[in-house]
């Protein structure tokens, strides 16, 4: 059964950037459809930045123009690079995926399996 751990998380000055990586294990991540969630304190958790199979991709509006998500199918990897970062995107970062999901908008219900965590915290 595959599994997701993310790796990459820290503490970052506001206006930092950060690049957080998610590693599958049993499986290929290009069979997945990838999504990048996070759960701030108090909060409920929400999606960040996925990718589907298909190679669409979905953006918080909060996160647009700041964050990017991408593949690198060679290394088994995603990444979600982070810049402009500020306090607001301080959280739990969560890797999910869901086999062969062709379009995404970014919903907890779509994604079967979860990583861990990596967490970010932006502060000065």
């Known amino acids: 059964q595959v599994q997701f751990v993310e790796s990459g998380g820290g503490l970052v000055q506001p206006g930092g950037s950060l690049r957080l990586s998610c590693a599958a294990s049993g499986g290929a991540l290009n069979d997945y459809a990838i999504g990048w969630f996070r759960q701030a304190p108090g909060k409920e958790r929400e999606g960040v930045a996925c990718v589907s199979y298909a190679g669409n991709t979905h953006y918080l509006d909060a996160v647009k123009g700041r964050f990017t998500i991408s593949r690198d199918n060679a290394k088994n990897l995603v990444y979600l690079q982070m810049s402009s970062l500020n306090a607001e995107d301080t959280g739990l970062y969560y890797c999910?995926?869901?086999?062969?999901?062709?379009?995404?908008?970014?919903?907890?219900?779509?994604?079967?399996?979860w990583g861990q965590g990596t967490r970010v915290t932006v502060s000065s």
């Open positions: 999910a995926g869901e086999n062969g999901l062709l379009t995404t908008r970014c919903r907890e219900y779509e994604f079967d399996t």
